[in-house]
T-cell receptor, first 111, second 112 residues
Framework: RKEVEQDPGPFNVPEGATVAFNCTYS??????FFWYRQDCRKEPKLLMS???SGNEDGRFTAQLNRASQYISLLIRDSKLSDSATYLCVVTLSGGSYIPTFGRGTSLIVHP | NAGVTQTPKFQVLKTGQSMTLQCAQDMNHEYMSWYRQDPGMGLRLIHYSVGAGITDQGEVPNGYNVSRSTTEDFPLRLLSAAPSQTSVYFCASSSQGTTEAFFGQGTRLTVV
């Protein structure tokens, strides 16, 4: 079983839609959580960190449920430019701080 | 403002050839790592380092060697290239303080 699981999609939504992605992780010792965005043939870039209290950045909201070991990302009012692959990332406690990636969820926003 | 620099961006190798993918960061990060990305597989960890002189294996280490003689550099060596190593390779660095990983632009490697 992969440590970080994501639905690969693709999620195909119209502009203006709200879309949500979930991600589950298997290691309860996981310490830090992130969503990264990857555009086609480019390197991943940090979209936002995920905190236990939940956090929002404009149209993006991330939430963490430690008890159920899942992370979510909500995108409101989708734009064409949101089309990308969204990667769920987890780092373990214990000091290595080396990220473990999910396979990514593909989002396609169409006119 | 270089961040993480990977070279080369593209490479074609013949089966059996060896080569080194270079990775350098100028952010004084302790942690550096190499990933490969294949279609449908996401990023898989090859090797990583938590500081100069310290390296460890990730999920898919076979066929690759690394060393970390300085904080800045973390080269990845392919000892004898195989077609199964055709992939996109990303180097990343991070620190205990920020935990965000910064990536190089990637190396697209084709082994024929």
């Amino acid at each position: 079983r992969k440590e970080v699981e994501q639905d690969p999609g693709p999620f195909n939504v119209p502009e203006g839609a709200t879309v949500a992605f979930n991600c589950t992780y298997s290691n309860s010792a996981s310490q830090s959580f992130f969503w990264y965005r990857q555009d086609c043939r480019k390197e991943p870039k940090l979209l936002m960190s995920v905190y236990s209290s939940g956090n929002e950045d404009g149209r993006f909201t991330a939430q963490l449920n430690r008890a159920s070991q899942y992370i979510s990302l909500l995108i409101r009012d989708s734009k064409l430019s949101d089309s990308a692959t969204y990667l769920c990332v987890v780092t373990l406690s214990g000091g290595s701080y080396i990220p473990t990636f999910g396979r990514g969820t593909s989002l396609i926003v169409h006119p | 403002n270089a961040g993480v620099t990977q070279t080369p961006k593209f490479q074609v190798l013949k089966t059996g050839q060896s080569m080194t993918l270079q990775c350098a960061q100028d952010m004084n990060h302790e942690y550096m790592s190499w990933y490969r990305q294949d279609p449908g597989m996401g990023l898989r960890l090859i090797h990583y380092s938590v500081g100069a002189g310290i390296t460890d294996q990730g999920e898919v280490p076979n066929g690759y060697n690394v060393s970390r003689s300085t904080t800045e550099d973390f080269p990845l060596r392919l000892l004898s290239a195989a077609p199964s190593q055709t992939s996109v390779y990303f180097c990343a660095s991070s620190s205990q303080g920020t935990t965000e990983a910064f990536f190089g632009q990637g190396t697209r490697l084709t082994v024929v």
